[in-house]
Each structure stands twice: as C-alpha cells, then as structure tokens.
C-alpha cells in the first residue's frame, strides 16, 4: 500500500516514461490517485502538487491536470534530490512564519529568512523555494499542518462550527495567513485541501457539498481578512469584540444551509 506522495509521483514518472501517460493526456484525478492508490486527500493533493513542481503536469482548461509536453525529457533527466533539501525548505518556511508573525508578511525580505533560518546565503534560496508565491503557498501549508481538521463527532453543523472555529483561530494567530492561502485552488496546499475535504465530507449527503463546503471556509477567510486590512494595534484592542461579530455571520450562513 503505497503512504506517500512521492511514492505515487514515482509510478507515474514511470509510466511517462514508459509511454502510458503521453503529453496532453489527463493526470489521475485526485480521488483517482485516492483509489488506486489508497492515499488520503491530502496525500492526493500533495502529489499532484509534486508532479507540476517537476514540470511533469500542469493545468487544463478543466479542474485537473494534464501531462506536459516536456514531461518525458524531465522523467528521463529525474535525479533524486539531496537529502537535506526537505530540512533546509522546511527551515526557510519555519523562519518566515516566525518573521511574518512579528512584523507582517509585507515586511519579509530573504535576507532576515536567511539569518533566522541559520545564515543561508540569499542566492541559496531558489534551489529551495521557486518563488516569494511559493514560499507564500508552503507558509500557509506549514500552518495548516501543525492543526489537521478535529475528528469527526456530531451532525453536518457541529462539524463546520469546529472546522471554522479552528480556521478563525489560525487566522487570529498569524495574521498574514488569510491573505495567502487559497480554497479557489487547493490542489497547490494539501493541507489546505484537507480542511476543505473534511468540510465536504461532513456535508456528504447534500449534492451541492463541494460549493457549500467553499462557501464557509471563505467565509471564515474573508471575516479574517478584513481585520487583516485594519490597524494592527486596533485590531489587538478589538480582538475580542471581533470574535462575536464572527460567531453571529457564520450562525447566520449556517442556518441559510
């Protein structure tokens, strides 16, 4: 039984290269990579965000993805990469949530990333991290990771007051975090996408789970970005008048359900 990501990132390597998957042909589906494979979602998710990081898959008109044109020369020319690498990004991520908590994601720069992170030289950080948008998406994946969705307990509502509950409080905690995740596309965070499946999980029994289940994580998302966009020394003093204005909009969105 196949647990990991890169291990499902493997066997379709293997199949670009052997010919069975061709440029322009669709990549297994996330609940796809979920049957065949017997992976979670987030692990569905985190493979398929793997396979566009190598340059093997990448977008379609469709939800899902599509094997590039380059992708048998990229199987072909695949290395294993260096041990350390996981470590050191996972260090670089670490730093700038610790930076982006103290004095806000507009005031990152890779040089303070570099120092918090052990004294990575600046010109380092590419063969880690892609971009300041990657770096962004792996903050909020970190954060997301650190608090898994609660066990399932209780009907549909119970459950989505605990998951929004949850969300608010990652939101209160790290400020910059509602500005940069995304539930539009969740396949770049599997994290991320493993709160959203949970939700759609819980509201199983209705048709329209999927759109129901966006509807109250960018709910819970927009109330916090909007304290985002205030003062920071305001919203400290109002923090606690702010929790029962969200508590009154998600009971109100909850009973449109």
């Known amino acids: 039984m196949t647990r990991f990501a890169a291990d499902i990132v493997a066997d379709l ?16 589906s996330a609940k796809d990579i979920m049957a065949e494979w017997d992976a979670t979602m987030a ?3 985190k493979a ?16 899902g993805l599509i094997v590039t044109a380059d992708a048998p020369a990229v199987a072909a020319a695949w290395q294993p990469p260096p041990a350390h690498g996981d470590v050191t990004r ?24 570099g120092q918090r992170a052990g004294g990575l030289v600046t010109g380092t950080f ?24 609660p066990k399932p307990a209780g009907g549909w509502r119970v459950q989505l007051e605990r998951l929004s509950r949850l969300q608010w409080r990652l939101y209160r905690q790290h400020p910059w975090l509602a500005l940069t995740v995304s539930f539009a596309d969740p396949s770049l965070s599997a994290n991320v996408a493993a709160h959203l499946a949970w939700a759609e999980r819980a509201l199983t029994d209705r ?35 702010d929790a029962p204005l969200f508590e009154f ?3 109100h969105l909850l009973d449109g359900f």
């Not at 819970?220 to 020394?233: C, F, I, P, T, W």
């Open 48 to 63: 398929m965000t793997l396979l566009r990081e190598e340059g093997l898959a990448a977008k379609h008109r469709g939800p």
């Open 207 to 241: 048709p329209d789970a999927a759109p129901l289940a966006a509807a109250v994580a960018n709910f819970v998302r927009g109330s916090a970005m909007h304290l985002e966009q205030e003062d920071r020394k305001a919203r400290k003093a109002e923090a606690e008048a």
């Open 126 to 149: 590419y063969k880690w991290v892609q971009d300041r948008a990657e770096l962004e998406v792996l903050m909020a994946d970190a954060v997301f990771a650190k608090h898994p969705p």
């Open 43 to 45: 692990t569905a998710y």
């Open 90 to 113: 996972a260090r670089i991520v670490n730093a700038a949530i610790e930076l982006a908590d103290a004095d806000g994601l507009g005031n990152l720069s890779l040089r303070l990333i």
């Open 13 to 28: 390597r293997r199949r670009i290269l052997a010919g069975d998957l061709r440029p322009g042909h669709d990549i297994p």
């Open 249 to 251: 909009g998600l009971k």
